[in-house]
């Protein structure tokens, strides 16, 4: 089966999503004076984490809007750290106070090490573009930030804007068919095995599980793991 083009996830695969959360959340409650509403930085981090993972899939169902769900996990955020006051937060206040957070966070946005060097490997014998489950926006200001968007052009597809989101099989097809390509001939490689590799998979593409914390989890059939995007461009294309 030859491939022609190969679909990426951004947070956490081609960009560092999770140390550039961690940095910027620290960052933001340190400036704020609320670290000490915790028992250490890391519970602080997993309770952001823990509310993000739950209100940002409320998005992706369309339950919030982007923005809604950002002023809700505030709420939720500062609720359990005992900080909201008793009449609750506006919706400004809220934004404005995810807003201090983003700063932070973005100060400290990067993508992998190995991310543009293999793209750049890549391109010549691959179509690329990017399916996320985010805000095309967002997404794009994202890899334009941190050098990423020229290897992409116009083929970035994100879930906020296409209607459904990943591990949906349509997606993944819309993503082959903005590469101009079929399904069976278009690789797919994200972090999230449950989302990303059996979602490619179950949509036809060629699955890489991005497993960079060398976990050992045993996949399907059908699912290729790799430890770093170098192991995908050697993969794809040998001996390079």
């Not at 809007?65 to 750290?81: D, I, M, P, S």
Request: proline fraction near 4%.
């Amino acid at each position: 089966m030859t491939i022609r083009g190969v679909l990426f996830d951004v947070d956490d695969t081609i960009f560092d999503y999770s140390s550039s959360e961690e940095t910027g959340l620290i960052g933001h409650l340190t400036a704020e004076g609320l670290l000490d509403a915790f028992p250490s930085p890391a519970e602080a981090v997993a309770v952001w984490r823990q509310i993000m993972e739950e209100e940002y899939a409320r998005c992706l169902a369309g339950e919030l809007t982007f923005a809604e769900q950002q002023r809700v996990r505030t709420r939720r955020f500062l609720t359990h750290a005992g900080r909201l006051a008793d009449g609750g937060m506006s919706d400004a206040e809220a934004a404005v106070w995810f807003e201090r957070y983003g700063g932070h966070r973005e100060a400290a946005w990067a993508a992998f090490p190995d991310a543009d060097p293999v793209l750049r490997k890549l391109a010549p014998a691959f179509r690329l573009g990017v399916v996320s489950n985010s805000s095309l926006s967002h997404q794009r200001r994202k890899l334009r930030r941190v050098g990423l968007l020229d290897h992409f052009g116009e083929a970035v597809l994100c879930s906020l804007e296409h209607g459904t989101s990943k591990p949906d099989p349509a997606i993944f097809l819309a993503g082959c068919a903005l590469l101009g390509l079929p399904p069976h001939q278009v690789a797919y490689v994200g972090d999230r095995y449950d989302i990303d590799a059996l979602g490619a998979r179950a949509a036809g593409l060629r699955s890489y599980w991005l497993d960079r914390a060398a976990t050992g989890t045993a996949v399907v059939d059908g699912v290729t793991v790799v430890h770093s995007l170098d192991d995908l461009a050697l993969d794809l294309i040998p001996g390079n």
